[in-house]
């Protein structure tokens, strides 16, 4: 053995090599997650989430813009039971329909526009009282996530609409002289209220 | 011993060795962290500015279409009621779209956003209208030929129910022939379209003749015929060679000729003014409507301004 200790390196080399190999390893790896994570998580993932939310704002649009015309939903609003103060057939505790649709063209037309079970949504009504607008439940699948998307349609009602019975057939009553949700919020006109109705989808 | 220590004054490799891999695990956590905080950044920005564009144009259209839609029943519900004068039909319409704006803009103000809708002006029309079925189709003096509107330029409505019994059977001669059966021309200036009504067997039949002069006959086997010279139709059967509008530019005269050989109801609304006043008890008589209203419209979030001056016919038409 040298004095100056020159047969050390030999066994220091091949340490220094593993660990020169082992810094290599980590600063590769690290480059190449990084890179992946980039890539594809930042991308990917909210393009994702984006096309579900404009996949189901779409259905949601398509299916108030068709309950409009074809008057299935102002048909829904109407669809009042004025002696148990809630929507006929609705669940007993709140008046509105929880984890069901109506039993109305307007509830058809929801059940065919959300097939997929792990589609969820809720319908509310909203109307204008003395001082304050309100909120009426018309329909509750649960509570919306942070990414559930929200569609509204406005819908006047007129006092001379009549009410309809459980079986969709008009009754006698009138807006104007029935026990509504929504209070006459233009006396002395033949507009009862106007009602702005939205439906919140969103994927459970 | 001596050997184990190195000599003072040579540089010491094992240290080194040691600083390589501090130094690679150093950048490597940099790495990651930077990684992780430019994903962070993307994700953010992407999910931020997602369907916000969309929503501004979504509010916007809805918007629109509510206010369309509530002025359309509103303008219908107007000629519906009992009005008599065109002042007292405006002012009936811009109430309800003062009481609807009240509303509506109170949704809105709960969204966010500041709407305003109010009425600007009205169009005048007319709507004539013969009620009573036994009467014949002359006008309130009794002519047989006469003029029913002149110079529109758009008929919104033109229905006609005849008894087929009232009608001239021309008895194997063709109209233009005989030269008696009841007779609507629609003249624009330069040329006419003409519509006959006549009786044969157990049908009514309606021979028109366009305006260059071809001849398409339409008939149906019924006590009377419901005539809808918009839709096209008789009796709900398609006819469209009825549908004058198609044929004649606009602006056209409207005449009803051997009005006496006609008997039922009609009903026709004209996009005018009309200067006849309606005679009292006469038929037919000539009611105040309105043709079409135009509304200001605004629209305001923090994102978007919208303002336009829209006109919007009653109920379902589309201009």
Not at chain 1, 87 to 101: I, K, L
Not at chain 2, 99 to 114: C, E, K, M, P, Y
Not at chain 2, 159 to 171: D, H
Not at chain 2, 261 to 276: C, P
């Amino acid at each position: 053995m040298d004095v100056t200790g020159r047969d050390r390196p030999d066994d220091r080399g091949q340490a220094l090599t593993l660990e020169a190999v082992v810094a290599a390893i980590f600063i590769l790896g690290s480059v190449a997650f990084a890179l992946q994570l980039v890539a594809v998580t930042a991308n990917t993932g909210s393009t994702a989430d984006e096309g579900i939310e404009s996949q189901h704002r779409g259905v949601a649009e398509g299916l108030l813009d068709a309950a409009v015309e074809d008057g299935s939903l102002h048909a829904t609003l109407r669809y009042w039971n004025e002696t148990d103060g809630a929507f006929h057939g609705a669940d007993p505790n709140g008046g509105y329909y929880v984890a069901t649709s109506p039993p109305t063209e307007f509830g058809a037309l929801l059940d065919r526009s959300f097939e997929d079970r792990h589609v969820r949504y809720n319908v509310n009504v909203r109307y204008a009282t003395a001082n304050d607008v309100e909120t009426k439940r018309l329909v509750v699948h649960g509570t919306p996530t942070d990414d559930a998307v929200r569609v509204t349609t406005d819908l006047t009602l007129y006092g001379d609409e009549q009410l309809l019975a459980a079986d969709e057939t008009p009754t006698n009553t009138t807006l104007a002289e029935a026990d509504f949700f929504a209070p006459d919020a233009v006396p002395g006109s033949d507009v009862y209220t106007v009602v702005r109705v939205e439906v919140i989808v969103w994927t459970a | 011993m001596d050997g184990l220590t190195p000599p003072a004054g040579e540089v010491s490799r094992t240290d080194r060795g040691q600083l390589l891999l501090v130094s690679a695990v150093a950048l490597a956590v940099l790495f990651v962290t930077l990684a992780v905080i430019l994903t962070t950044a993307i994700h953010t920005e992407t999910i931020a500015t997602g369907a916000s564009e969309t929503d501004n144009e979504r509010a916007v259209v809805t918007h629109q279409a509510s206010v369309d839609r509530h002025a359309g029943e509103s303008i219908e519900r107007v000629n519906e009621a009992d009005h008599d004068t065109y002042e007292s039909l405006e002012a009936d319409l811009r109430e309800r779209i003062a009481a609807w704006n009240d509303l509506s803009s109170r949704h809105d103000g709960g969204a966010g956003a500041a709407s305003n809708v109010s009425l600007v002006a009205v169009t005048e029309g007319t709507r004539i209208v013969h009620e009573d079925g036994a009467e014949d189709f002359t006008n309130a003096t009794g002519e047989q030929s006469w003029t029913v509107a002149d110079d529109v330029s758009a008929t919104r409505d033109f229905r006609m129910t005849v008894t087929r019994q009232s009608l001239r059977a021309p008895g194997g001669k063709s109209c233009d022939e005989s030269g008696d059966c009841f007779e609507v021309t629609i003249d624009d200036g330069t040329d006419t379209w003409t519509m006959a009504v006549s009786a044969a067997q157990n049908e009514v039949v309606v021979d028109v003749e366009n305006t260059s002069g071809d001849h398409t006959t339409c008939s149906v086997a019924n006590q009377s015929a419901e005539i809808d010279l918009l839709a096209g139709t008789i009796e709900d059967t398609p006819c469209p060679a009825l549908r004058f509008v198609d044929d004649v530019e606009s602006s056209y005269d409207i005449h009803y000729g051997n009005a006496d050989n006609a008997s039922g109801t009609y009903t026709l609304t004209v996009d005018r003014r009309l200067s006849e006043s309606p005679a009292v008890g006469g038929s037919p008589s000539y009611e105040p409507v309105i043709d079409d209203a135009t509304l200001a419209v605004s629209y305001r979030t923090p994102a978007v301004q919208y303002e336009t001056e829209r006109r919007v016919l009653p109920g379902d038409f589309d201009d």
